[in-house]
């Protein structure tokens, strides 16, 4: 058996675990630059309100009170996370984390009549240290158990069982084969042509006419929904990842050198942190600058570059400086910039890494020690209790854009790059 735990309405229930005196109230959390909602509460959907619909439409409803909209936290969120996975993680014997919201759980030696006890306790757990609401569902294969627990949580309903694949049917039937996890727009469309409107209708087919059609890995979700467990998590457990980046789009164009350069500084912090957390070092430093494509009259420029560094690091003044370097490299100077961003490439477990000729052990040893100091001081905090100077912006410029993420849209509590104290 497998399970499949989803934190309901994840960054909405971060906000609230915070923040009591938004439940009971309609609420969303907005992308980068307050653009569009990422995030509703079930009060906001029975208002109406669309994943994903434009900001600029929701204002009469935050302007009369009826609505909430807050900026994504994202450092708040990413804490909780950590939390809500290592809740799950005392309860079986593994677990995938496959996103900020979600973990597939392995029950693997569990009695399949304790699995419902287990999954209520887990859900209790969440709730009352965490006060996030948590929906799973469990089924043979990682296929079914999505399905057991979006449909769970469509019903309100904490945990859900499928002990048999041929006990699914009924729900297949009602299934609408675009809401199937591995069945994108594309696919879904090409098995509307072939008459095949739900995903009973696709469990239906035999598995070489599926595989004809859809090839290997749409045979897989038909084998998955037929109680054959073929999907496997492998690149998601995979430690070092190939490169890392980090970018954002501005709230209006930026033709101020100093305020890019506190972008960048940003980026390449948050990247350097990601890529301790990894244990890796990286070789390459990159960055990039996008002007507004939709800004008439001016052309499209999209400079960057990226930087060779003489020796592996994940140091995050040594990663800061190379992409600073890079910035003065590429930056024109009086166009105005809509997007920039920093990527790391070149990663290699640090422990696969031999040390120059050159190199001072000891020193590199200190100025790691101090780095790990400094996270373990930042994990304490929803936000980075320590940055480098050249982080903060002054607040009176560009004061939309906060740390990394976007300032708050009409929101109850201020979110910005403010100065610490």
């Known amino acids: 058996m497998t399970g499949l735990a989803d934190c309901n309405n994840f960054f909405v229930s971060c906000e609230r675990s915070v923040d009591p005196s938004l439940c009971g109230k309609a609420v969303v959390v907005l992308s980068n630059n307050d653009g569009c909602v990422v995030a509703r509460s079930n009060e906001a959907k029975r208002l109406g309100v669309r994943m994903g619909q434009p900001a600029f439409q929701l204002r009469d409803m935050i302007r009369d009170r009826h609505l909430i909209a807050l900026s994504g936290n994202h450092l708040l969120y990413r804490d909780i996370s950590l939390k809500v996975h290592a809740i799950f993680r005392r309860f079986v014997p593994d677990s995938i984390d496959y996103s900020v919201d979600e973990s597939f759980l392995d029950l693997t030696g569990i009695p399949v009549d304790v699995i419902p006890d287990i999954g209520n306790a887990m859900v209790k757990a969440c709730m009352d240290e965490l006060s996030i609401p948590v929906t799973i569902g469990f089924a043979p294969t990682k296929t079914l158990a999505k399905v057991y627990a979006e449909n769970a949580k469509k019903g309100g309903c904490p945990v859900a069982v499928c002990v048999n694949a041929a006990d699914a049917l009924p729900l297949l039937q009602r299934l609408p084969i675009s809401d199937l996890w591995g069945i994108g727009r594309r696919l879904a469309k090409r098995l509307y042509q072939n008459g095949v409107y739900t995903a009973a209708d696709f469990i239906s087919r035999d598995a070489a006419w599926v595989r004809r059609l859809l090839g290997l890995q749409g045979e897989r979700s038909w084998r998955e929904l037929h109680g054959q467990p073929c999907i496997d998590?492998?690149?998601?457990?995979?430690?070092?990842?190939?490169?890392?980046?980090?970018?954002?789009?501005?709230?209006?164009?930026?033709?101020?050198?100093?305020?890019?350069?506190?972008?960048?500084?940003?980026?390449a912090s948050h990247c350097a942190r990601r890529l301790r957390d990894m244990n890796g070092v990286c070789r390459s430093v990159g960055v990039f600058l996008r002007t507004n494509p939709f800004r008439p009259g001016l052309p499209v420029v999209r400079p960057e570059g990226i930087t060779r560094?003489?020796?592996?690091?994940?140091?995050?003044?040594e990663i800061v400086e190379a992409a600073l370097a890079q910035l003065d490299a590429i930056y024109p100077r009086g166009i105005p910039f809509k997007r920039a961003g920093v990527w790391l490439a070149d990663i290699t477990p640090d422990s696969a890494v031999a040390p120059s000729l050159f190199d001072e052990p000891s020193s590199r040893s200190a100025a790691m020690k101090f780095m790990k100091t400094i996270d373990a001081i930042n994990d304490r905090s929803h936000r980075p209790a320590i940055r480098l100077a050249s982080q903060i912006v002054n607040p009176s410029a560009h004061a939309a854009h906060n740390d990394g993420y976007s300032t708050s849209f009409q929101a109850p509590r201020p979110l910005g790059d403010e100065p610490m104290p």
């Open 233 to 267: 998590l492998d690149h998601v457990l995979r430690p070092i990842q190939d490169s890392i980046s980090e970018s954002r789009t501005f709230p209006e164009d930026v033709d101020d050198p100093d305020y890019l350069r506190a972008r960048i500084v940003i980026y």
């Open 309 to 317: 560094l003489l020796h592996p690091t994940s140091l995050t003044t």
